[in-house]
Every structure is written in structure tokens, then in C-alpha cells.
């Protein structure tokens, strides 16, 4: 089974956990079969992997998560990078570029393509295999994932099929309905449009070109930031006449707000936290090692990281959006592809950060132009290269580059460092990399 997971998202509904550089899918909330806390990405991951092994997984992402995507899934997990965002339109022609040209594909194989964040149970990836099997056969171009409505929902599109059977012929799309509507459609037979299709590779790409002037993956790539920005939906699905949907009717949320998210965990605390007794319905997600404490709430969630607090009714949690967009501050936490940093002091003229690497990682080899690094490793054994000098570290040691000096950190064990920038124009575009000779 060829699976392209769609992995965006801004990091609002879920903040101060999630940031413009962790969204929601990678916020460790849920215990796997080891009592193992796990992301919505790794869960997802390791579900599709359990009812398909030799399942071909490619991510769909912008260049901000390749990062915590190659932390939490490892780096031999398939990504098709986006180099900026152009909707759903160009994100999945350029995902089918990168299985046809890079992950050699044959054309005339499946492909199912699905949010990575859903909160669901194997049986939904049992049903991307039967959705994958009925858009090999060719009846229609594409086989969509109908889910039985549980409620009269506003937050869905709605599919309307032409018959009750389990697979059948599509009559017609609805926009999000009011509730009143809602209840008139699922009268009707209709069934939640939950994003999730599958086509032959072949037909995508046929699409695609005869909307974009395009080669192959390369070309495409190039030309990424000219595309328009065009839904999926838009481009191709308003215009197919050959469409299908097979119903689903087992366990589906989409866990994209607090309130979602809370009534989906098996825990009422993550992380440090304490309430009393007069407590009701009351969550505590705290990232951070200060303790939290409630007292006589209800309906709450209370959520702690780095980058914020959030107290708030539930209900009202699903709102917070432009709140968070009018706070402006530097990211203090983020997951990389070699370990994580987290943010201890903001200066006028340095910023000071906690660094861990796990063990047989490293970091880029590259400079900065306006600033100066200390670090200071704080726990386990590595090896830094200074301007080509390669030298041991271990607890206690303390190294030091001057702005334009080419650097890099190796990490034989788990290594943890505090690492102190220096200068009066801080920024994360001032990096350069270099190959390591």
C-alpha cells in the first residue's frame, strides 16, 4: 500500500504545546502498547505499519516539520518537501511526483492519501487497504473514504452517494452545513467527508499535467513557488465525474482543538500537575518542570509549555485562534532531526538554550556571520569540529566559536549542552552550511 500522509497545519489550536514549528501532530500526549508517551504522527505511523509492513509511507510537509518528522519517525521515513505552502493541489502532485520519479513507483499502482493526525483505530487503515484495492481496479478515478456521521456536524463536509451499498457512485458534495441542514443530509444518506482518497498514481499525474507545465519531480520542485495556490477539491475532485466512496464506519475523531483532544486521552494530567477533589472535567497538559496546580474547576483545560499558558473553558478552547495569532515571541522549543532545544533566556544581545542530541547524532557543519556560540556540555561524551579541528568533550568543557567559525557537534552518547549565542543581530536565517571534510 502506497500511503501519502498530508502533515500541515500552523501550530495554533493546540498552543502554547504546538508552535509555528511543532504543530499538533507531533505533541506527545498518548501511550502506546509500552505506556510510552507518542505524537499524533508516530501513532499514526506505527498503526499503518502494524496492519501493513511493507506499507511505502511518503509525508507531504513544509520545510519547518522535516525536522520533528526525522526526530520522531527516523530518517529513512519517505518526505516530500514542500518548498512553500500551495495548498492541497500542488502538495499532492508533487508527493506523486516524488513516489513516481524518486520512490520508483509504477504508475499504475494505488495511492491513498489522508490527514497524518486522525485519532483512530487499525480498523481505519484496514479500510485504506479495501480503499487502495478498489482504486486498483479501476471502476472510478477516484475512491473516496466515506465516514458514518455519528452527530449533525458543522466542523465536516458531506458526501452524498447515489445508494446505500458499501461502495458506490458519488451524486453530489455539500459544503459545512449548518446543524439543521446537517440532519436534512444525514437523513439523506450522507456520510462525512473526512479527506481521505484514493487513485492510480498514473491518473494524478495525467491531471497535473495538463494543469502545470511540468517535467518530472525536479522540474516540478523548481517551479514550486509559481504554482497557484488551489485546493485538491477544486482542481480535481469538482471536475471527476468518476468518483466512488466506500463507507467507514468505525472509530474516527479528529482531535484538532482542545476540547477534541481532552475527551480522546486516557490521562487527566501530562506531565507535572495536581487538582483536588472539586475538580470535574478538568485537563493538565504541562510541558515544562514547574509544578501545576487546580482547585475547584470544571470543564477546564489548563496547558503549560515553554512558549505559553493557557487556561481555559473548553468550549470556548476551540476559539483561540486569533488570540494566539496576535502573540508575537520567539520560539522557544523545537524538536530538529539530530535532538531538541529549548529556550532559557531572551537578551537584548544573546539568547541562551538547552541542547540535547541523541546519541550517534549530529548537527550541520556551518557558521553564523553576527554572532558568537559558547557551549557548555553539561552531560555525555562527543566531539565538536572547529574550523576543521576535531576535539573530545565531555561534562565540564567548554568551547567557543567567533562569529564565522565553522562548526559542528557529534554525540557519542545522549548529549546535553547549554549553548549561549552572543550579538546584537540573533536570528535563525543568519546559518550557513558546509560539507564536512
Not at 273 to 298: F, S, W, Y
Amino acid at each position: 500500500m502506497n500511503i501519502i500522509l498530508l502533515s500541515g497545519g500552523s501550530g495554533t489550536r493546540l498552543w502554547p504545546l504546538s508552535n509555528d514549528i511543532r504543530s499538533k501532530q507531533f505533541i506527545k500526549i498518548f501511550k502506546n502498547q509500552h505506556n510510552e508517551y507518542e505524537s499524533m504522527v508516530q501513532r499514526v505511523y506505527r498503526q499503518i505499519k502494524s496492519v501493513d509492513r511493507e506499507a511505502v509511507v511518503t509525508i507531504a510537509t513544509s520545510a519547518n516539520q522535516v525536522s520533528a518528522i526525522q526526530n520522531q519517525l527516523g530518517k529513512n521515513v519517505g518526505v516530500s518537501v514542500e518548498p512553500c505552502r500551495r495548498d492541497t493541489f500542488p502538495a499532492i502532485v508533487l508527493a506523486s511526483a516524488y513516489l513516481a520519479d524518486i520512490q520508483g513507483v509504477d504508475p499504475s499502482e494505488p495511492v491513498v492519501v489522508c490527514p497524518v493526525d486522525p485519532y483512530v483505530d487499525d480498523s481505519y487503515f484496514e479500510a485504506l487497504q479495501l480503499l487502495s484495492k478498489q482504486a486498483a481496479k479501476g471502476e472510478a478515478n477516484l475512491v473516496l473514504m466515506g465516514i458514518e456521521p455519528t452527530y449533525p456536524s458543522e466542523k465536516y463536509g458531506y458526501i452524498i452517494p447515489t445508494s446505500s451499498e458499501n461502495t458506490s457512485l458519488v451524486a453530489t458534495f455539500k459544503e459545512k452545513p449548518d446543524v439543521a441542514t446537517a440532519k436534512q443530509y444525514i437523513e439523506k444518506g450522507a456520510l462525512w467527508n473526512g479527506g481521505v482518497f484514493a487513485y492510480k498514481l498514473g491518473y494524478v499525474l495525467n491531471k497535473a499535467h495538463s494543469i502545470i507545465d511540468f517535467d518530472d519531480y525536479h522540474d516540478l520542485f523548481a517551479k514550486y513557488s509559481n504554482l497557484k495556490k488551489i485546493s485538491f477539491d477544486y482542481a480535481v475532485v469538482e471536475n471527476e465525474d468518476k468518483i466512488q466512496v466506500q463507507r467507514y464506519k468505525g472509530k474516527w475523531k479528529d482531535v484538532g482543538t482542545w476540547n477534541t483532544l481532552t475527551e480522546s486521552m486516557d490521562e487527566t494530567i501530562v506531565g507535572r500537575g495536581l487538582m483536588n477533589e472539586k475538580c470535574q472535567n478538568v485537563h493538565i497538559l504541562n510541558d515544562t518542570a514547574l509544578p501545576v496546580l487546580a482547585m475547584g474547576l470544571r470543564d477546564v483545560v489548563i496547558s503549560a509549555s515553554p512558549d505559553g499558558i493557557l487556561v481555559a473553558d473548553k468550549e470556548d478552547s476551540s476559539f483561540i485562534k486569533p488570540f494566539v495569532q496576535s502573540i508575537k515571541q520567539q520560539v522557544m522549543f523545537a524538536e530538529k532531526s539530530w535532538g531538541s532545544y529549548r529556550v532559557l533566556d531572551v537578551d537584548e544581545n544573546s539568547l541562551t538554550i538547552k541542547v540535547e542530541l541523541k546519541a550517534g547524532n549530529n548537527m550541520n557543519y556551518h557558521n553564523h556571520k553576527n554572532r558568537d556560540e559558547v557551549w557548555v556540555v553539561l552531560s555525555g561524551e562527543g566531539r565538536t569540529v572547529v574550523d576543521g579541528m576535531e576535539q573530545k568533550i565531555s561534562p565540564g568543557d567548554v568551547v567557543t566559536m567567533e562569529a564565522g567559525c565553522r562548526h559542528t557537534v557529534f554525540a557519542d552518547s545522549e548529549l546535553k549542552m547549554i549553548e549561549v549565542q552572543l550579538g546584537s543581530e540573533i536570528s535563525v536565517d543568519d546559518k550557513e552550511t558546509f560539507e564536512l571534510e
